[in-house]
Structure formats: C-alpha cells, structure tokens
C-alpha cells in the first residue's frame, strides 16, 4: 500500500498544497527524504510565485498529480550536506530552480543540458529517481541532489534574486543559444510579465537596443524608466507597428495566451530570429510567407541546463539584475494567485517563506 505523504520519508516537512482544480492552497504536513551521501538539504527561505505554480495548481495543462506543493525558484540555506558533497558546505547560500533530478547519462545530460533530458524530475509535481512524488519550495526544506543546487551570489539579494531561477535562465538560455547577445543589436520583448521585465535587464546589460512590444501603453514609463528599455511599442497601434517594421533583430516572445505570430514576424529585419518561452495552451498559427522571404528564424528554449544556470546567476550578480517584486507572507498565496491570473503583480511575487511559513 501506498505510503501517506507524511509517512514516506524520514523528515517532517511542512508548506502549503492546492488538493483539486480549484488551486487554492492550504497547509500541508508531508516528509523529505534523508539527506544521501550526493544531498544537500535546504531550509527554504524565499520562493517565487511562477506562472507554472498556477497554471500546475488549477490544473490548466491537464497533469496535475494532487496534493501539488508548488514552486520552483527556491532560494535557502545549506543545513546539511552528504559525504561527497564538496561544492557546498553547512551554511551556503543556495538556489533550486526548475528541476532537481535527471538521468546523467544521455545525450542532453553529457552535454550539461539536463533540462531536456527525456527523464528530468521537476522540483514539484513529479516522479523522483526513488519513485516517490517531489514537492516543490512552498514549504519549509527541500532535499536535492547537489548537480540540481546553484551557488547564490552574495551581491545578489535573496528574495528578488529568487525568480532568477525560473524566469532568468528561461530568457537566459535563449538569448546565448540563439546568438541573441551582440552589442547593439535590437532585441523586441514581446510582453512584460515576470519574464519579459527579466529579458529586459539581461538584454540591456549584453548591451542590445531593447523594444517593449505590448498590447497596451499601461507599462510604458514604468518599462523605460524603471526597467531600462530603449522603446516601448504597442501592437493596436497601427502607425507605429508599421513604422517598426523590419527594424529588430531578435524577439523574445514571453506572451502565455495565444496570439497572432505575423506582427512580430513583421518587425523582425531579413535573418531576424523569434524566440518564444511562453506555453499558450492552444497551438499558434505559424505565417510561413514572411519566413521564407525573409529568411527568418522561430526556435523554443525551455529553462536551462545547471551550468548555465550558475553561469546566469553569476552574470546577473556582476551586472546587478533581480526581479522586480512584491514580497508576500505565505498566507497571502491565493490573493496573489488570483491576482496573477489577471497579471496584476508588479513583476514576481515572493514568498517570504523563512518569516511566515509556521504551522
Ligand atoms: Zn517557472
Ligand atoms: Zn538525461
């Protein structure tokens, strides 16, 4: 028989689950593993609040596997750390992001790119190497497989530094895959929600023209004088689209609803490259007319493999990035949510687990 969440494993653990569709969280006792000689244990003190944990705790992708504890851009403490551990000691500031296991040997795994390994275990609603379910950073302490923890840079802080870990290397990874980093090439940032404002900073520090495509004006001041953007250009209106036609070199497209594909395939010059990281649940009508004429270029990444997370995390720290956010207490999780759900958060939320997560 199937052991209770809060029989299976050694440790007593303690964070907030949605139970059903419904999403809304509440408190929840289950169990870590014991810390293995590969380990490192964490007690959680931030956790950012991702477009995922919703999308996962209402179910809205179809895979929800209930009790979910969301979160997965995990900032803490190393509290113990195995025998043949020795990147970290007892005390280290560390990172979790998106995933906490995978298998090590195949191809994408040799290459440093375990987040495309065709059996990664995600830090939250997921099945481990031992078979039994993860439960992500709304919680208390998490025990993860050294190669899954990240060195947190001192400069960085810890709870704007947190949504680093999804929402940074998620715009990171592309923009180094794709060739999208030389100096004063023109980057657009099609909408600016917890990634776009990221791709943002990490876009004006590789020294690129940075251009706001929003479906709205709402953003505009805060975008170029709080974030740093170059321009600020919104799609309803027609002059100034067709005035920016053909004048980007790069797209990174954030936006998570569906929406039309051509005006941004517009604005890109000849060889121009659109990248899109958001997950719209429906597929998206793909113009071939203006790829083929002019040359152009549409890719997906998803997150990053730990190398270059590390990698990303040292560059924002060099360059003084963090997320934009608002910090909240871990009973203020579902105002948040569905304050998310209507994009109304400026840009992340935080949770501040160390400081009010208490049963
Ligand atoms: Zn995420
Ligand atoms: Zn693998």
Same mark, same amino acid.
């Given at each position: ?29 289950? &169990? ?52 043949? *551990?020795?990147?970290? #000691? ?16 195949? !191809?994408?795994?040799?290459? @440093? ?6 059996? *990664? ?6 099945? +481990?190497? @031992? ?40 715009? %990171?990874?592309?923009?180094? %895959? %794709?060739?999208?980093?030389?100096? /004063? $090439? ?6 600016? +929600? /917890? ?8 876009? $004006?520090?590789?020294?690129? $023209? *940075?251009?706001?495509? &929003? &479906?709205?004006?709402?953003?505009? &001041? !805060? =975008?170029?004088? #709080?974030?740093? =953007? ?38 890109? #010059? ?7 990281? +958001? ?27 730990? $190398? ?14 963090? =997320? ?22 400026? %840009?992340?939320? *935080? ?9």
């Amino acid at each position: 028989m199937a052991k209770s969440p809060e029989g299976e494993h050694p440790h007593k653990a303690f964070g907030w689950a949605a139970r059903d569709p419904s999403g809304a969280l509440s408190p929840f006792h289950f &169990s870590r593993r014991e810390n293995g000689d590969e380990d490192v244990t964490v007690k959680i003190l931030y956790c950012g609040v991702c477009h995922s944990d919703l999308h996962t705790a209402k179910n809205e992708w179809g895979f929800t596997n209930y009790p979910v504890v969301p979160g997965h851009e995990i900032v803490g403490v190393a509290t113990k750390v195995g025998n043949n *551990v020795e990147k970290f #000691k007892v005390g280290d500031k560390v990172g979790v992001g998106v995933l906490v296991g995978s298998c090590k040997r195949c !191809e994408p795994c040799q290459q @440093d790119l375990e987040n495309y390994c065709p059996k *990664v275990t995600l830090t939250y609603n997921s099945i +481990g190497q @031992d078979g039994t379910k993860t439960y992500g950073g709304y919680s208390d302490m998490i025990v993860v497989d050294q190669r899954y923890v990240l060195r947190f840079p001192d400069n960085l802080p810890l709870d704007a530094g947190a949504p680093l870990l999804c929402a940074g290397i998620t715009v %990171y990874s592309p923009m180094k %895959y %794709y060739g999208m980093t030389e100096a /004063g $090439k023109h980057l657009g940032v099609a909408g600016l +929600g /917890g990634l776009g404002h990221v791709a943002v900073k990490i876009g $004006k520090a590789f020294g690129l $023209k *940075v251009t706001v495509i &929003s &479906s709205s004006s709402k953003k505009e &001041s !805060e =975008a170029i004088n #709080k974030l740093g =953007a170059d321009s600020f250009l919104v799609t309803s209106d027609p002059a100034k689209m067709k005035a920016a036609m053909g004048t980007m070199d790069f797209i990174i497209d954030t936006i998570s609803a569906v929406h039309p594909l051509l005006p941004l395939l517009s604005l890109l #010059k000849m060889n121009g490259k659109l990248v899109t990281v +958001g997950l719209p649940d429906k597929p998206l009508e793909l113009p071939i007319f203006p790829l083929v004429v002019g040359r152009k270029l549409v890719g997906g990444s998803d997150i990053g493999g730990m $190398k270059e997370t590390q990698e990303m995390l040292d560059f924002c720290a060099k360059h003084n990035i963090a =997320a934009d956010i608002e910090l909240i207490r871990m009973e203020d999780i579902n105002t948040a949510m569905e304050r998310l759900a209507k994009s109304d958060v400026r %840009y992340r939320f *935080v949770i501040d687990v160390g400081n009010s997560l208490s049963q």
